[in-house]
Structures are given as C-alpha cells and as structure tokens.
C-alpha cells in the first residue's frame, strides 16, 4: 500500500486571537487512494502536544473520533453542551457528529497525547465496548494507555511494511483498554444483533431476517433494540451502510456507483439520495470536502 505521511510542527500558535505558546507535533495517515481494501480501523492521527494558558480547540459537528489522554495539567472539555474539567490520567473522548471544544483548564497548562481512528468497524466496536456516546474515562491503567498511543506515533512516523494492519490492530488495543473500567451492558442477543449487521452491510437487510438469525420475535426484537440503542434496526442498519460509505468516499478512488454497489444499493441515484438525507450533502460533494 502507499500511504501519504504528513508531519507537523507548530509554534506560538495563535487559536481565538490567543497568543500563548502552544507546541504540537503529530503525523497523519492516509491511505492510498488506488487501494482496494481498507482495514476496518485505521489510526488516522497521532501525536503529543503542550498547551499554555489560553489556547483552545473548536469543531462544528465533528466528523473526527478522537481519544486524547492528559498526562500533566488539566483541560476543560466542553461536548454536545456538557462541560468536564478533565485531569491527569483522564481521558477525553472527541465524538463524531457533535460540536466540541477543549482547552487549557485552571491548572493553565496541559500535555497530552493523542490519536484519532477511523474506519467501517469503528461505530459497531464503540457500542459493544460500551464507549458510544462517552465523554471521558479515567483510566484505570495510564501509563499502558499512553505507552500505546506512543507506539501509534512512532508507526505511522516510521510507516514500516504492513503499517496499515498493525496499526489496525493497535487500534483495538487501544479501543479494548479504555473499555476495561467500564461495564458492558449490551445484552447477548443485541451483541450478535449488531455484529451480524456489520458483517452484512454489503447486502440488504430486514428485520425479518435478523430475527430469523437471532431466533427472536420481532416485536420482542424491535422493543429491546429501541431500549439499547435509541433507534429502530433497520434505521440503525442503513446509518452504519452510509457510514460505511462514507468512509470509503474519503478512503478509496472507488467510484459513486462501485460504493453504491458495495453497501447493497443497486441503485446509484437512490444511493445518492439516503447519503444526502444522512450527511446533509450528496456523496460527491462529500468526497470533495474530504468529509467534514
């Protein structure tokens, strides 16, 4: 695979009219846009940064999953409208689809660590480790943490062969460790539920035949998914297909209609029109703005 490496440094940056020194240093990956397969997580970001007192980061519905670890100082952390101050050994969670902003707390420093991941297993893996919709984790283990989270650094700065799986791999890791002081409380049936989802998201999907490969009645079915996950199956289904899609628009030089094929849509206008009612924007538009 070919992979573009991008390395950044950045000084005295200024962020809202704040001239306060800040320091990051981090390295992006992306893969190759002639490549066929994508693995299902990629660490799309690594790095480390110090703050001083006034710097601050915003996003606008975020399409961006970022895990940042505070190893010195504290941030106050503001997502969806709620506000944390986040200390050392914490971790802050950026999720995708919401605002967010974060920035030096009272202790008017911080240095931290960071990653983001991407990928078409990345929303199914969040909600079977039980970290959907999750905010901040105080680590039980801080240091293994961030010794992972160095090491995706040193691989996506090094990019040695097979980069793409290990990284792959360690971001799974990294995934399973922040899910290990948290208790799963999905029970069996939604678990085999929506991992037969993700493994069919090429084909279409009913209910009917869910049920039928979880042996369960429908109504039962229907009434424990709404309970555990706030939506209907197929609704929850179809957003991890144009998800699914989404990735592969920003990923792959596959065409419109390749992925419309792909995520069970024969149809490639009908396609176009569920990408545009889920991400407010037509796929080729999305692919140009790089997702966000």
């Known amino acids: 695979m070919l992979y573009t490496i991008l390395k950044h440094m950045i000084f005295d940056h200024v962020v809202r009219k704040s001239k306060s020194r800040k320091f990051e240093r981090f390295w992006m990956y992306r893969p190759g846009k002639q490549d066929i397969y994508i693995p299902p997580l990629l660490i799309t970001l690594a790095g480390y940064g110090w703050w001083a007192r006034g710097n601050e980061q915003y996003r606008s519905n975020s399409q961006v999953f970022g895990i940042e670890l505070l190893r010195a100082g504290n941030a106050e952390f503001v997502q969806d409208g709620r506000r944390y101050i986040i200390q050392k050994g914490e971790v802050y969670l950026l999720r995708r689809n919401v605002s967010h902003r974060y920035t030096t707390g009272p202790a008017d420093i911080l240095l931290k660590r960071f990653i983001t991941i991407d990928g078409s297993a990345l929303d199914h893996l ?41 990284c792959s791999v360690l971001a799974y890791r990294i995934l399973l460790e922040l899910s290990h002081s948290l208790r799963p409380d999905l029970p069996t049936v939604i678990d085999n539920a929506l991992t037969y989802m993700q493994q069919n998201l090429h084909h279409p999907l009913s209910t009917e035949d869910i049920c039928d490969y979880l042996g369960i009645s429908q109504t039962h079915f229907n009434r424990l998914f709404y309970q555990h996950m706030q939506s209907s199956p197929i609704r929850y289904f179809l957003q991890q297909k144009l998800t699914w899609a989404g990735h592969m628009l920003r990923h792959t030089s596959l065409s419109i209609k390749e992925i419309a094929d792909r995520t069970g849509y024969y149809d490639p206008l009908y396609f176009s029109e569920r990408f545009k009612k889920q991400f407010g924007v037509s796929p080729r538009n999305y692919r140009k703005s790089g997702g966000i």
Do not use: C, H, Y
Not at 135 to 155: C, E, F, H, W, Y
């Open 126 to 166: 969040l909600r079977i480790m039980n970290l959907w919709g999750r905010d901040r984790i105080r680590v039980s283990n801080p240091n293994l943490l961030a010794g992972l989270l160095k090491k995706a650094t040193s691989l996506i700065a090094e990019s040695p062969p097979d980069v793409d799986i290990i």
